[in-house]
C-alpha cells in the first residue's frame, strides 16, 4: 500500500507539473506572441557552435602540448605510458573546457539576457549586446564566469576523458578483435 501511495502521490505531482508547464507556456504565447518561445535561441545557437569549436580545437593542441612535456618527464614503461595518457587527456579536457568557456560565454550571457526578459516585444541582439556593453564594457559580457569555469573543468577534463581515451580505445579494441578474426 505504500508503494502505491508514492505512485499515486508522484503521478499527481507530475500531472500538476505538466499543467503548471502548459499554463505558463499558453501565459507567454499569450502574453508576448508564439515567437517568444523562442528568445535567445540565436545566441544559444552560436554559443554552442563556438563551444565545441573551441573544446576539439583547444583539447588537440593541449593534449599535443602536454605529451611533448610528459614524454620529456616520465619513462617509459608500458604503466607509465598508460598513466601519462591517462594524466594528459584528463588535463587537456578540462583545459579545453576552460577555454571553449571563456569563448562562448559572451552569447550564453546575451542568450540569458534575451530568455528573461519580460516585455512585450522582445529587443533585438543588438540592443542587448549595446546594453551590456554600456553596463561593463568588454567584461561586461564575462559577469558570472568563475563559477561557470568551477563547472567545467572538472565536467569536461572526466567528459573529453571518457570520451576519447575509454569509448574510442574500446570501440578500436572492438573493431581491431572483429577484423583480426574474420
Wanted: glycine share 8%.
Amino acid at each position: 500500500t505504500m508503494l502505491l501511495l508514492c505512485v499515486r502521490c508522484v503521478c499527481v505531482c507530475v500531472r500538476a507539473c505538466v499543467s503548471d508547464i502548459m499554463q505558463k507556456t499558453m501565459l507567454g504565447e499569450a502574453e508576448e506572441g508564439f515567437l517568444a518561445l523562442w528568445k535567445g535561441n540565436v545566441p544559444a545557437q552560436l554559443m554552442v557552435m563556438t563551444f565545441v569549436a573551441i573544446k576539439f580545437s583547444a583539447f588537440n593542441a593541449c593534449r599535443n602540448l602536454l605529451d611533448t612535456v610528459a614524454v620529456k618527464a616520465s619513462g617509459s614503461s608500458p604503466e607509465e605510458k598508460r598513466l601519462r595518457g591517462t594524466v594528459t587527456n584528463l588535463l587537456a579536457g578540462g583545459m579545453a573546457g576552460a577555454m571553449a568557456t571563456t569563448g562562448s560565454y559572451p552569447m550564453d550571457v546575451l542568450r540569458t539576457r534575451l530568455a528573461a526578459q519580460t516585455t512585450q516585444v522582445a529587443a533585438a541582439l543588438r540592443t542587448e549586446v549595446a546594453h551590456v556593453w554600456a553596463g561593463g564594457g568588454a567584461l561586461g559580457f564575462y559577469k558570472g564566469i568563475g563559477p561557470s569555469l568551477m563547472a567545467i573543468v572538472p565536467y569536461m577534463a572526466i567528459q573529453v576523458y571518457h570520451v576519447t581515451y575509454v569509448c574510442v580505445c574500446t570501440y578500436i579494441h572492438t573493431y581491431m578483435h572483429t577484423c583480426i578474426h574474420t
